[in-house]
């Protein structure tokens, strides 16, 4: 479970100091379904970056599973991000020089997992994503689907306890977009995922249960009744 609390994030811009986020409070259960939406500028992506303990707000803490985010050391941090949180970005940050397998693989890498299991484990990831048969494609011999398809299935090879993803269907056309949609929302069912989605696209934000929109860093909280929270996966992630 996530619990933000009182978190404020400030930035300097020459002179100015600009607060990004405002006394968010937030709370997260596990297995919920979150979605983001806000202007450009107004602080989802900012606030995905704290659940994501890619940055550490200037007051407030951020509780994931009773450690907060915020305040505990570089090292742990580094290791609970590569054990429990996958994240998705919209320009899919794949490296170009390796195939879809051994892009899958880095997030392997730093939890000492053997080059035999990360090869099995990475191959399996990619098919449950539907590219099977691309595990040996470069980067550029992928559409934009298919390579964010290899983003997701690089976030969910560690088994994490908890998806994250940046705007993952802004690089992409409508039909693409609506692919990779239904694809997220049915690993959401099947893993048991705690899953928190930031977007400017209306459509997507919608279909969520739960909505957080985000003004000049202040969060409203709708229910929308768009799904359930999935206390019990059907298939349980072994950690």
């Keep these: 479970m996530y619990k933000l609390t009182g978190v404020t994030k400030r930035y300097s811009r020459g002179k100015e100091t600009v607060e990004a986020l405002r006394g968010v409070d937030l709370t997260i259960e596990d297995g919920d379904q979150l979605v983001i939406q806000g202007p450009t500028g107004g602080g989802k992506s900012t606030l995905l970056q704290m659940i994501g303990g890619l940055d550490r707000p200037s007051s407030g803490s951020v509780e994931l599973d009773g450690v907060d985010l915020a305040s505990v050391g570089e090292a742990r941090l580094t290791r609970l991000r590569a054990e429990k949180i996958g994240i998705i970005f919209q320009s ?3 490296i170009p020089t390796l195939t879809a397998q051994e892009n899958v693989e880095t997030a392997l890498v730093p939890l000492g997992v053997k080059p035999a299991e990360r090869r099995e484990r990475a191959a ?6 539907g590219l099977g048969e691309r595990l040996t494609h470069a980067p550029s ?13 690089r976030a969910l090879v560690k088994k994490p306890k908890v998806l994250l993803a940046d ?4 690089n992409l056309d409508e039909g693409t977009r609506d692919d990779i949609m239904r694809l997220l929302e ?3 069912h099947e893993y048991g995922l705690t899953f928190v989605l930031v977007t400017h696209d209306s459509s997507i934000a919608r ?16 229910e929308q009744g768009g799904g359930a929270r999935h206390t019990e996966p059907r298939h349980a992630v072994q950690r």
């Design 167 to 170: 705007e993952p269907t802004g």
């Design 207 to 222: 279909r969520a249960p739960r909505l957080a929109t985000i003004r000049a860093g202040r969060i409203t909280l709708t």
């Design 124 to 129: 399996e990831a990619l098919r449950s994503v």
């Design 141 to 153: 011999e992928l559409s934009g689907g298919q390579q964010q398809r290899v983003a997701i299935a």
């Design 92 to 94: 899919f940050n794949l």
């Design 186 to 188: 049915g690993l959401w």
